[in-house]
């Protein structure tokens, strides 16, 4: 993957689906709901405050004179209500039709719990022929231009035959999709009406902090216009699935459900900050954590799409990592801020400029790099063609480097298998810091199912269990390539290299290594553990 940093998969993570048809009878039979309102001062979150005694309508007082951030409410002591807001709003959130074919059966042992399912399916019971079919979803978006510009998520109308958008007011018009960008999960459609639409405008998510009231406007399980409300939980969430690598989410603890997908999260004054996009939930349900696209992210995309049909990336050609504490200690330096070069691609912007691997890029244009993520989203925002001023750490000495920023390639995830690494090598030549080590011979490479592009090194053919290496993740067939500035041509490097780092009274070293066939990356191991 280039420019971007390896995000890990934590299982439970899902976009939030798009009740089918089917899904929503269930529910209109299976449940009944009870909506509770409740004011602020039920949760024991407002001291008492001063009345002052105005004509007029009432307004909104600091429940605490001195401090500007107190909790606010109404000065007559009514409950905090946001029904204003959303009678504001509601009208230009929409409800999402999609139509597609598929080819997915809709047997009813879909609908029977595990333990009993297989029991089900053994007499053939609830099974039908897997016929291709119309299917029919719903999901949520809302108007940001009185010319019919409609917003929702991508995976709300991937694969779409037919888009239908439902207003509140009943109006129902057939949507134009004018372009997508899965990287983002953003999606825009047209559509045209004779008569004035309502609309929303976009927010500023920067101002945004933890705690700050969020309101969800949407169509949970075919149910249109509902709206939930809860606070911002955490800002900047990264990694929260490998392909949305161009998104810091908002989590918000407002309850998001099944076809929440591309509805708007509003903040007080009533401005989109935020599209609800996934759920974190071990069950399907909402658990009270789901994850926002921030609104400038949404404006900017929705920007290129509305120009262009599509959104195009500034790309430097560079697999980067994140400085970790650890391989902070094992350069000697303090700040573990920046983002690591592991590779440079071949014939790409950082190549023709002059990068290296090992570089650590810690800032772009004057604005610092917090980590790899960091680094992937500047990039990505920089134009085509724009020259760009790198500040780089280059063995400890810094350095600046001037990239023409090229165009991001079309995303292609290259599925390769993973390697046969249980083949057998003669006893190792060298073992230190808990890794046993072999000379990169045909044998070796063949053995351990090594890329032919990986030349030197020196190969690891075991790895203590109890060692820092093991708990780092490497294993063997691995190929050390450098022990901190030192290259490792054989297995009496790596030896010297670390031998070297005690004798400088040093606990850790960052090994340069070739994964397999899985590309190349910085590893810090303590040497001390070993």
Do not use: C
Request: glycine share 10%.
């Amino acid at each position: 993957m280039q420019d971007n940093p390896q995000t890990p998969d934590t299982g439970i993570l899902s976009r939030l689906p798009k009740p089918s048809l089917r899904q929503r009878r269930v529910i209109a039979m299976g449940t009944a709901a009870a909506v509770v309102v409740v004011g602020l001062g039920a949760f024991g979150l407002l001291p008492p405050v001063k009345h002052i005694q105005t004509a007029g309508a009432p307004t909104m007082v600091a429940a605490n004179d001195g401090d500007a951030r107190a909790p606010r409410m109404l000065e007559n002591s009514a409950p905090f209500s946001f029904a204003d807001l959303v009678e504001r709003v509601s009208p230009a959130v929409v409800t999402i039709t999609s139509e597609t074919t598929t080819t997915e059966s809709d047997n009813d042992a879909d609908n029977i719990p595990a333990p009993f399912r297989d029991l089900f399916q053994q007499f053939g019971q609830g099974q039908r022929p897997v016929q291709p079919h119309k299917a029919l979803s719903a999901g949520s978006g809302f108007i940001v231009d009185k010319a019919g510009y409609v917003v929702t998520n991508n995976h709300v109308v991937d694969a779409s035959k037919k888009i239908t958008v439902k207003l509140p007011d009943g109006r129902s018009f057939t949507a134009k999709l004018v372009g997508t960008d899965a990287m983002t999960d953003v999606a825009l459609l047209k559509i045209n009406s004779d008569k004035p639409l309502p609309t929303v405008e976009f927010g500023n998510d920067k101002t945004l902090r933890v705690g700050d009231w969020v309101v969800a406007v949407g169509n949970p399980f075919g149910l249109s216009n509902s709206v939930t409300a809860g606070i911002v939980s955490s800002l900047g969430r990264n990694n929260i699935e490998s392909s949305q690598q161009y998104t810091s989410f908002i989590q918000i603890d407002a309850p998001i459900n099944r076809g929440n997908s591309g509805g708007p999260t509003f903040d007080l004054r009533g401005q989109v900050i935020g599209m609800n996009s996934m759920i974190f939930s071990p069950s399907g349900g909402s658990v009270g954590i789901g994850f926002a696209i921030p609104a400038s992210l949404i404006h900017d995309v929705v920007a290129q799409l509305k120009e262009h049909g599509r959104v195009t990336r500034g790309y430097l050609g560079v697999n980067i990592q994140t400085v970790t504490p650890e391989i902070a200690s094992s350069l000697g330096i303090k700040d573990s801020k920046g983002a690591m070069v592991a590779e440079v691609v071949t014939g790409g912007p950082a190549a023709k400029a002059g990068f290296e691997q090992g570089d650590i890029v810690t800032a772009i244009d004057g604005q610092a790099v917090d980590d790899a993520n960091d680094l992937t989203r500047k990039v990505a925002s920089v134009q085509t063609g724009q020259v760009a001023t790198f500040n780089v750490s280059r063995q400890g000495k810094p350095l600046q480097v001037k990239v023409t920023i090229g165009t991001r390639p079309d995303a292609q995830q290259l599925a390769s298998n993973a390697p046969d690494r249980n083949g057998m090598l003669a006893p190792s030549s060298a073992n230190a810091a808990g890794l046993g080590l072999s000379s990169l011979t045909p044998e070796a490479k063949k053995n351990f199912n090594i890329s032919e592009n990986v030349v030197a090194g020196a190969v690891i053919t075991k790895v203590d269990p109890d060692s820092d290496a093991a708990d780092k993740g490497l294993q063997p067939g691995d190929v050390v390539l450098r022990v901190g500035n030192r290259i490792v041509r054989n297995p009496v490097d790596f030896q010297t290299g670390v031998a070297e780092a005690k004798k400088g009274g040093r606990n850790s070293v960052l090994l340069l290594v070739a994964h397999g066939q899985g590309g190349t990356g910085f590893v810090a191991i303590d040497i001390d553990k070993a």
